[in-house]
């Protein structure tokens, strides 16, 4: 704990220890951290998701609804 010019104390925002200024490093959130608890970026938040076609191709019109009467369909149909 002696005096180093142009080094100040800074408080770890993940542990809650003291470290100097030159032992803490700035994460991509904006905490910083001690070295210990300096974790890099996951490189999964740099995927890009490529365009999917939500088209049909060739469309039909919808079919109107044909409702069978009662005894409209024999045994022999089938």
Known sequence: MTYIPGEFW???????????????R???D????CKE???TR???????AKADKQAVNE???Q????FLSDNEVTSSDL
């Open 10 to 24: 800074r408080i770890c925002d993940r542990c809650g220890k003291r470290f100097r200024q030159s032992e803490t």
């Open 26 to 28: 700035k994460t991509w």
């Open 30 to 33: 904006g905490l910083w951290v």
């Open 37 to 39: 608890d300096f974790e």
């Open 42 to 48: 996951q490189p999964q938040d740099f995927v890009k």
């Open 59 to 61: 469309p039909r019109p």
């Open 63 to 66: 079919p109107t609804d044909y």
